[in-house]
């Protein structure tokens, strides 16, 4: 029995008794027959909305509607999914796993039906305020172990108040839920393929441990993941918003999340592979227990990146990206021809846009989206 605390009411998964509730709403919510179709497509929508109804906890609910998504995801828009490393995992530990964030639902979800495959406990999950934008997405993401993070704003106060708020519950979670975490290594996804966590973030584990640096993180067992894609999740999106912010301050959009959920979620991915790297050890923290906090949390910040950037899968697509943006030849062995005129092929997604953006600027972004991972290599 997960024990019950009000002191994270605001931002905690649904507990077990509160599981019939929200499947019974999530059943006879308008959006449901278009979810029920993609889920479940070779069942009655009455069927599915019984096979719902019947869910009385987390388990059930992820172990077969859960599972059922990314198995639908998979077979249509993956063409092969792998994970390495969970040799490094102790199935009677509990776990901060920190991500680099290609995807906003894909990274994780896949990673928790991997552990559900394998046998594992899945995991809570941060989920961005922003991204509760609909009753059906607020139960489905709590009946799913999603817990609620602030996005950064308003004042330096509330800015404080909400990190420390998020930092207890995580230390909560982990030490006396057991129960494991999955959080990205920075605020919002990487959009131009540079990984790189916010040291910001280390600080944030940090604060509900204050009195020593090396314990507040050594407890938490934090394991760096590496998710790379094929075929970068919402390039073509991503690409115009890094091309937006060069001439103005972007603004996001109404409904843009969603749009780039259904476009994670829809879009051919090719190769997705998942690496659960070695796990920071006490004797790697205590190397930094000299330096001031500020230059501790850069220097974890900057240990994870090592481990993320190491475990990242380079595909074909990367290698043949950096060529072109270079003007060389220097890959040339990785890739086929076949595969350099896939990619070709690719980037005339991009003449759409020729009438309202500076194409070639437009087009080398979209190609550093690819090629900067071989950089970061």
């Not at 995807?103 to 922003?130: K, P």
């Not at 204050?210 to 507040?216: F, T, V």
């Not at 993941?225 to 301050?249: G, M």
Request: glycine share 4%; charged share 25%.
């Amino acid at each position: 029995m997960i024990p019950k605390n009000s002191k994270f009411d605001d931002i905690r998964p649904y507990y077990e008794d509160e599981i019939p509730a929200a499947m019974q709403r999530i059943a006879d919510s308008d959006v449901f027959p278009l979810l029920a179709s993609y889920v479940y497509p070779s069942e009655t929508l009455d069927a599915t909305r019984e096979r719902i109804r019947s869910f009385k906890t987390v388990r059930e609910f992820q172990h077969d509607t859960m599972r059922s998504v990314n198995e639908q995801i998979i077979a249509r828009s993956i063409s092969e999914f792998s994970v390495s490393g969970l040799e490094h995992l102790n199935p009677d530990k509990h776990y901060l796993f920190v991500s680099n964030h290609r995807d906003i639902m894909l990274d994780a979800s896949l990673l928790q039906y991997y552990f559900v495959l394998n046998g594992f406990d899945t995991t809570e999950i941060t989920f961005g305020a922003n991204l509760m934008m609909h009753p059906v997405i607020i139960d489905v993401g709590k009946s799913n172990k999603m817990f609620k993070v602030a996005r950064p704003g308003g004042d330096i106060k509330e800015f404080y108040q909400n990190s420390m708020h998020l930092s207890e519950y995580i230390r909560y979670t982990i030490k006396e839920k057991g129960q494991s975490v999955w959080i990205a290594q920075r605020n919002g996804r990487t959009k131009n393929g540079i990984d790189q966590t916010d040291q910001g973030i280390i600080k944030m584990f940090c604060m509900s441990e204050g009195k020593d640096k090396i314990k507040a993180l050594a407890e938490l067992n934090i394991v760096p993941i590496a998710i790379s894609y094929e075929w970068e999740s919402c390039d073509v999106l991503k690409a115009l918003e890094l091309y937006e912010s060069q001439y103005t301050k972007y603004t996001k959009k109404p409904g843009e999340d969603l749009n780039s959920i259904l476009t994670g979620i829809l879009q051919p991915k090719g190769r997705v592979h998942i690496a659960l790297c070695k796990p920071i050890c006490m004797e790697e923290l205590s190397a930094f227990e000299e330096q001031t906090n500020n230059e501790y949390h850069k220097c974890v910040a900057r240990l994870l990146d090592s481990r993320i950037n190491t475990a990242y899968r380079l595909f074909p697509n990367n290698y043949i990206a950096h060529d072109i943006l270079y003007g060389n030849t220097r890959c040339q062995s990785m890739y086929t021809d076949e595969e350099y005129n896939l990619f070709l092929q690719h980037l005339k997604v991009l003449d759409r846009y020729e009438d309202t953006c500076d194409i070639e600027r437009l087009r080398d972004i979209f190609i550093g989206i690819y090629a900067n991972p071989v950089d970061n290599r």
